[in-house]
Nanobody, 123 residues
Framework: QVQLVESGGGLVQPGGSLRLSCAASGSIFRINDMGWYRQAPGKQRDLVATITSGGTTNYADSVKGRFTISRDNAKNTVYLQMNSLKPEDTAVYYC?????????????????WGQGTLVTVSS
């Protein structure tokens, strides 16, 4: 069993900051790419940022210069520092990890999603 648990969402005023965390636990052999996605009401889920196990990052144009993704491989945790938040950043934020497990000599890789954490940017 592999779990991703997110934390750090909440209500913040425009221009404010929040830091999201997502910790993976369970029978994990290796975590490859990790990332954050978001889904606003009535819209599709979109990529926010991703980070490889080596630390290479990728950002959606809408968050470049405002958000920073990072990870602690020893803790199997990914973070999203969000600064200069705007009302249009309001969404449920989901973390995703590409997880490899090893069981009975067999490697299996799959995408694992967290349950989501709500970020509301409003005055």
């Amino acid at each position: 069993q592999v779990q991703l648990v997110e934390s750090g969402g909440g209500l913040v005023q425009p221009g404010g900051s929040l830091r999201l965390s997502c910790a993976a636990s369970g029978s994990i052999f290796r975590i490859n790419d990790m990332g954050w996605y978001r889904q606003a009401p009535g819209k599709q889920r979109d990529l926010v940022a991703t980070i490889t196990s080596g630390g290479t990052t990728n950002y959606a144009d809408s968050v470049k210069g405002r958000f920073t993704i990072s990870r602690d491989n020893a803790k199997n945790t990914v973070y999203l520092q969000m600064n200069s938040l705007k009302p249009e950043d309001t969404a449920v934020y989901y973390c995703k990890a590409v997880v490899t497990t090893l069981r009975l000599g067999t490697f299996t890789s799959f995408d694992k999603w967290g349950q989501g954490t709500l970020v509301t940017v409003s005055s």
